[in-house]
């Protein structure tokens, strides 16, 4: 279960984040996460009490925001969204695709007071 790790991961740029400034709470933690991310939503959820617990973030609320996966096709040119990392283009069915959005992992905002 790596969302163990990822949730480590984001209390500590919370609390580096929160040692460069005066203020000494954080209100809110914005999450930015695509849906290519490799992330279970649902572990995660599981594992963020056990995560924040006793650190800047255990009163914080959490705000995720879902980015969906887009692919462009390197064939046809076309922009489609993904389900799945090997789906293929729906317009000529090639395999060949750049991801374009959906992979994001990151802290968007902190805010602060």
């Known amino acids: 279960m790596h969302e163990l790790s990822i949730a480590l991961g984001i209390v500590k740029i919370a609390e580096q984040e929160i040692a460069k400034s005066e203020k000494k709470k954080i209100d809110t933690i914005e999450l930015e996460i695509g849906t290519l991310a490799g ?10 009490p056990m995560a924040v617990e006793k650190t800047v973030l255990e009163k914080s609320q959490k705000k995720i925001e879902i980015i969906a996966a887009k692919a462009k096709c390197m064939d046809c040119d076309t922009i489609f969204n993904l389900d799945f990392i090997y789906d293929s283009c729906p317009n000529c069915n090639s395999h060949i695709k750049a991801i374009l959005q959906g992979k994001e992992l990151r802290v968007k905002a902190l805010q602060v007071s």
Request: hydrophobic share 70%; proline share 0%.
């Open 39 to 48: 992330i279970e939503f649902d572990a995660l959820e599981f594992v963020w």
